[in-house]
T-cell receptor, first 113, second 111 residues
Framework: DVKVTQSSRYLVKRTGEKVFLECVQD?????MFWYRQDPGLGLRLIYF???????EKGDIPEGYSVSREKKERFSLILESASTNQTSMYLC????????????FGSGTRLTVV | QQQVKQSPQSLIVQKGGISIINCAYE??????FPWYQQFPGKGPALLIA?????SEKKEGRFTISFNKSAKQFSLHIMDSQPGDSATYFC??????????FGQGTELSVKP
């Protein structure tokens, strides 16, 4: 069964901390995405990557960065966590060249206190 | 800006009834319109999708209706069941591979 695995299900961090959210996929997908999910706002794209070492900004990249050193791993970094970054973070992957069916991970619920 | 607007935000339907969720989009370059279903504690999963060259697509009890001139599309769930209770997201893509999602609809089907 194909999978996108997010390393933590729940995370509590303090304001100002540097936070790493990890995502690994086992489907050899070229494309990977980070979204945040907030009630009433749906899913909003933070960053995405079409290939190793490639990254592109999504709609809400401020306060975030990403790293993709290997094809299967896409990391989201909060440089200095703030309370307004408390949210559910979802990672997804998709192959190139067919209909855009994303496979999502189960999410990381991050609370910044 | 919100390029895909979804309504209603929440919906309660009796078992056996029809659930209808609507979405409207702005960008005429969008060419792929999927619906995702999300159960509590899980990530969204692709449910059904349509391209603008057809006006309707049906898969089992789930149907997408698409109105290109009105820039609207909707999800119909026939014979709704308690197991359909979930959050539903519409989305759109313009061929660059990234999806723009609607705000989500929390569906509750009462027995």
């Amino acid at each position: 069964d194909v999978k996108v695995t997010q390393s933590s299900r729940y995370l509590v961090k303090r304001t100002g901390e540097k936070v790493f959210l990890e995502c690994v996929q086992d489907m050899d997908h070229e494309n990977m995405f980070w979204y945040r999910q907030d009630p009433g706002l749906g899913l909003r794209l933070i960053y995405f990557s079409y290939d190793v070492k490639m990254k592109e900004k999504g709609d809400i990249p401020e306060g975030y960065s990403v790293s993709r050193e290997k094809k299967e791993r896409f990391s989201l970094i909060l440089e200095s966590a703030s309370t307004n970054q408390t949210s559910m973070y979802l990672c997804a992957s998709r192959p190139t060249g067919i209909d855009y069916g994303y496979t999502f991970g189960s999410g990381t619920r991050l609370t910044v206190v | 800006q919100q390029q895909v607007k979804q309504s209603p935000q929440s919906l309660i339907v009796q078992k056996g009834g029809i659930s209808i969720i609507n979405c409207a989009y702005e960008n005429t370059a969008f060419d792929y319109f999927p619906w995702y279903q999300q159960f509590p504690g899980k990530g969204p999963a692709l449910l059904i999708a349509i391209r603008p060259d057809v006006s309707e697509k049906k898969e089992g009890r789930f149907t997408i209706s698409f109105n290109k001139s009105a820039k609207q599309f909707s999800l119909h769930i026939m014979d709704s069941q308690p197991g359909d209770s979930a959050t539903y997201f519409c989305a759109a893509s313009n061929g660059q591979g990234k999806l723009i999602f609607g705000q989500g609809t929390e569906l509750s089907v009462k027995p």
